[in-house]
């Protein structure tokens, strides 16, 4: 698979870029950026070929790879899907939901994949307990960090765990609670959400901005068991209640990245389609609803008279 990417624009972009090559190899071929003087020595360095224009990566790319925000961007990821190019994105918060369908109608209709970014789903101490995660009652979902996101930073990390949730409760969210404490104008010192699924499920996140040290952790509880994922730590453990008695079992985790994991799926998938048909109403469509909803949610907490349309 021939990889284009767009968003790497200046010399401060260097270290992504080691990032990209590093995991993608080979298959990082090309890039586009309009600064093509500050890009020419990373291109150099990681033997990533230069192209003249954006219509000519599209032309020898299979898939185009957006980093950063695609919202500068926006009118290349219409062209590419018209080449029939397979995207995956970093960054679509800037987006609005018609774009973001606009986006998704064209590589439907001609049965090419979009992908958002995902890391939780990808992580490898989620994969290695997922299937034992199959009716969870209460999801609980806890960030804890000592500095503060602007407001739109948040929906990354929101949308990585609404997918979370979403993907292990296995149902349609009816209702979304949202509080947060503001410290002022662009911060805040507590986040807290509520997701209420038809079949029961509850999940809990939760961002504690003013804690001591970082913490990334989810609990799934089920019926006689509770099983913790600490992204933090790269570790996960399952408690099992045997006869009024606690069983602890951890589970052995791989070392290979998130990202890594998610560009092979990627791929993967893309290869697979001919067999399979691109799904006419994806998932991600839907986590990226939910995540819209509650930053609007947020941002209503900050300015009580903010309306989006």
């Given at each position: ?9 200046s ?18 071929f ?11 020595p ?12 954006a219509?000519d ?6 898939i ?11 009118d ?53 307990c ?7 009652q ?5 960030q804890e ?14 949308f ?24 002022d ?23 504690n ?25 790269h ?25 890594e ?11 697979k389609?001919?067999?399979t ?16 909803t ?14 989006s349309?």
């Amino acid at each position: 698979m021939k990889i284009g990417l767009i968003g790497i624009n200046s010399q401060k972009d260097g270290n992504k870029a080691e990032q990209l090559k590093s995991i993608l190899k080979q298959n990082l071929f090309g890039i586009f950026s309009p600064n093509e003087e500050d890009i020419l020595p990373i291109c150099k360095n990681f033997n990533i070929t230069l192209f003249p224009s954006a219509g000519d990566l599209f032309e020898n790319s299979d898939i185009i790879y957006f980093a950063n925000s695609i919202k500068p961007n926006f009118d290349f990821a219409i062209s590419a899907l018209k080449k029939s190019c397979h995207l995956f994105i970093e960054d679509i918060s800037e987006l609005s939901f018609e774009e973001i369908k606009n986006l998704y109608k064209l590589a439907i209709e001609a049965q090419i994949k979009i992908q958002i970014k995902k890391t939780y789903l990808f992580a490898p101490e989620f994969l290695v307990c997922k299937n034992a995660v199959f009716a969870p009652q209460l999801i609980e979902i806890n960030q804890e960090q000592n500095f503060f996101y602007r407001p739109q930073n948040y929906f990354y990390e929101i949308f990585n765990d609404t997918c979370l949730a979403i993907n292990k409760a296995s149902s349609i969210v009816k209702k979304i609670s949202v509080s947060a404490i503001p410290i002022d104008l662009n911060h805040f010192s507590l986040i807290y959400i509520r997701l209420e699924f038809d079949n029961g499920c509850l999940a809990a996140i939760k961002y504690n901005n003013i804690a001591k040290e970082k913490k990334n952790e989810v609990s799934f509880f089920q019926s006689n068991q509770l099983i913790k994922i600490d992204f933090s730590n790269h570790a996960a453990t399952k408690f099992d209640i045997i006869h009024g008695q606690i069983i602890t079992s951890d589970f052995t985790i791989e070392t290979t990245s998130p990202f890594e994991i998610e560009m092979s799926d990627f791929i993967e998938s893309i290869n697979k389609i001919g067999s399979t048909h691109v799904n006419d109403t994806p998932d991600e469509l839907y986590m990226i609803q939910v995540t819209q909803t509650i930053m609007e949610r947020l941002y209503q907490v900050l300015n009580p008279g903010f309306y989006s349309v």
